[in-house]
């Protein structure tokens, strides 16, 4: 059976007398969140056979012999008197594909196993699937802590996979991404050892990774007597129907006008767009770009063949963060 609950007091210096009142509980709260923390979901099954789940960040591993880990839980939490009484419990290690499984069992007076498949563990304990890490554990010993109780237990059995996971910093998910050791330095075999990759250039990095995806879509555009001018005007026009050419160009917020009278024209002249105060897509219009747009995300799969799922992620959210920087 679990080990009994006992307190455990801060051992405190006569010569340095507690002060912890003076702190500020938001502000040390903001100071603790400077710390990134792996995202967890701890699962048990009540006395009373409920299914029981609740996301943490403050897992942490205790000792590899005996294989211990612990983590804490609110005094005020509605699962607490479920982790008083049960033998067993599981942790569940997100992926960073898991943040809405992270929102869900975070999310109050909700059924948070509703529609999702579990496995079932030792003691009976619900098993999310997918994780990057599972362990099932039996509660070794549980201390107060404060506001929290903490919970130790020991490691039965785990599972792991190969997934980036989901991170927790400053309030808020984040992704675990791996330095480079030489961010510098791309190793030889690093697109083919190509000299202008290698210099490392931004403006040279992004021109070559751009020149090789629109070579790669030419074929679908050209099948359709299209070429990059015409490609970037329908999608400006799918994505702002009734806008004038001006407009367009402005939202684009290049120097040179790419959406132009002669583009226009063309894509009107092939019954794709119709010109009137604004450009609009015909339902012709509408049905290419659809393919166009499918054709098109087939090349960006493949592109990013190489990049795992936290490393397309990153690399999206940091592009944005450019092309918003430089239009500034």
Same mark, same amino acid.
């Given at each position: 059976m679990p080990a009994r609950e006992r307190r455990v007091r801060p051992q405190m210096s006569e010569n340095h007398p507690p002060s912890s009142r003076s702190i500020d509980p938001r502000a040390f709260r903001q100071a603790l969140g400077a710390f990134p923390t792996g995202v967890t979901v701890m699962t048990t099954q009540a006395e009373d056979g409920r299914d029981i789940g609740l996301t943490v960040n403050s897992f942490n591993s205790v000792s590899l012999d005996p294989p211990l880990v612990l983590w804490s839980l609110s005094n005020s939490a509605s699962s607490r008197? #479920?982790?008083?009484?049960?033998?067993?419990?599981?942790?569940?290690?997100?992926? /960073?594909?898991?943040?809405?499984? /992270?929102?869900?069992?975070a999310t109050p007076d909700i059924d948070r196993f509703a529609g999702l498949g579990v496995e079932r563990g030792i003691g009976n304990v619900p098993l999310l699937r997918e994780c990057a890490a599972r362990f099932v554990c039996r509660i070794a010993y549980r201390y107060e802590g404060g506001d929290h109780l903490i919970i130790v237990g020991e490691v039965l059995s785990f599972d792991r996979r190969e997934e980036p996971v989901l991170a927790f910093h400053g309030g808020k998910y #984040?992704?675990?991404?791996?330095?480079?050791?030489?961010?510098?330095?791309?190793?030889?075999?690093?697109?083919?050892?190509?000299?202008?990759?290698?210099?490392?250039?931004?403006? =040279?990095?992004?021109?070559?990774?751009?020149?090789?995806?629109?070579?790669?879509?030419?074929?679908?555009?050209? #099948?359709?007597?299209?070429?990059? /001018?015409?490609?970037?005007?329908?999608? =400006?026009?799918?994505?702002?129907s009734g806008r004038d050419a001006a407009r367009l160009n402005k939202l684009l917020g290049f120097r040179e006008e790419l959406v132009t009278k002669d583009v226009l024209d063309r894509l009107a002249g092939e019954g794709l767009v119709s010109l009137g105060e604004g450009v609009s897509l015909t339902e012709k219009g509408r049905q290419v770009l659809m393919e166009l747009e499918a054709e098109a995300k087939s090349v960006e799969t493949n592109a990013e063949a190489g990049l795992d799922y936290a490393e397309a992620l990153l690399l999206h959210q940091l592009l944005r963060r450019l092309i918003f920087s430089m239009r500034g």
């Open positions: 008197q #479920a982790f008083d009484e049960v033998e067993h419990f599981a942790v569940h290690v997100l992926t /960073a594909r898991q943040e809405d499984l /992270a929102t869900r069992f #984040a992704l675990a991404y791996e330095k480079a050791v030489h961010p510098n330095r791309p190793r030889d075999d690093d697109a083919g050892g190509a000299p202008i990759v290698q210099k490392n250039a931004l403006n =040279m990095l992004l021109g070559v990774a751009y020149r090789h995806l629109v070579e790669n879509l030419d074929p679908h555009l050209q #099948a359709r007597g299209l070429n990059e /001018a015409d490609f970037w005007t329908l999608n =400006m026009v799918g994505a702002e």
